[in-house]
């Protein structure tokens, strides 16, 4: 079984500081893994994608992950907040055994604090 | 260059009642999901569509019917609404196996 667990369903920043979002996963297989956003009363957009190749994973709006198969971790950091940051963000796993089941965790919300 | 659009975007219904929720994508990708929000569950699968005239339960499939006849629409009944089913409900579609879903703006459901 898959499951999907983000530790803290709040985080509170201060704009320039470092952020990071936990995610951990449970996976019987290699996993596919993601990173969501959702700003308010929008749908989910990609922030980064893990598939195959270098687990350290650049994405949108200065966001990057590191996939660390041993702490079965999937962080998501961003060296400067920013006030335009405070959203809801997703975890969310998926591998082919699953087919293109998706599973999210329960989200967190960030706020920045300026 | 409309990408996936979802209708209506809110919506307030009585127990009992039929719902349609309508979901249209331009991309033609094979895949489409249906997905419902609630506070403290993040995002719960409910059907998907690997193609038309293929459609799989998911998580949460009870109360829900799903058709999709043809690639670009995907639409989500709910036969006879309940209180438990007021949620945001989310349609994605994904161009391959295991890629990036794209996700609707969303259906705001209130159930009274």
């Known amino acids: 079984a898959q499951s999907v667990t983000q530790l803290g369903s709040h985080v509170s920043v201060s704009e320039g500081a470092l952020v990071l979002l936990r995610c951990n996963y449970s996976s019987s297989v290699p996993p596919y893994l993601f990173w969501y956003v959702q700003y308010p009363n929008q749908g989910l957009q990609l922030l980064l994608k893990y598939t195959t190749g270098a687990t350290l994973v650049k994405g949108i709006n200065g966001f990057e992950a590191e996939f660390k198969k041993s702490e079965t971790s999937f962080h998501l950091t961003k060296p400067s907040a920013h006030m335009s940051d405070a959203a809801e963000y997703f975890c969310a796993v998926s591998h082919t055994n699953t087919g293109n089941q998706f599973y999210f965790g329960t989200g967190t919300s960030l706020t920045v604090i300026p | 260059d409309a990408g996936i659009t979802q209708s209506p975007r809110y919506k307030i219904t009585e127990t009992g009642r039929q719902v349609t929720l309508m979901c249209h994508q331009t991309?033609?990708?094979?895949?489409m999901f249906w997905y419902r929000q609630d506070l403290g569950h993040g995002l719960r699968l409910i059907y998907y569509?690997?193609?038309?005239?293929?459609?799989d339960k998911g998580e949460v499939p009870d109360g829900y019917v799903v058709s999709r006849s043809k690639t670009e629409n995907f639409p989500l009944t709910l036969e006879s609404a309940t209180r438990s089913q007021t949620s945001v409900y989310f349609c994605?579609?994904?161009?391959?196996?295991?890629?990036?879903?794209?996700f609707g703006p969303g259906t705001r459901l209130t159930v009274t």
């Open positions: 991309w033609s990708h094979s895949y």
């Open positions: 569509s690997a193609a038309a005239d293929i459609t």
């Open positions: 994605a579609s994904e161009k391959d196996r295991v890629g990036e879903q794209y």
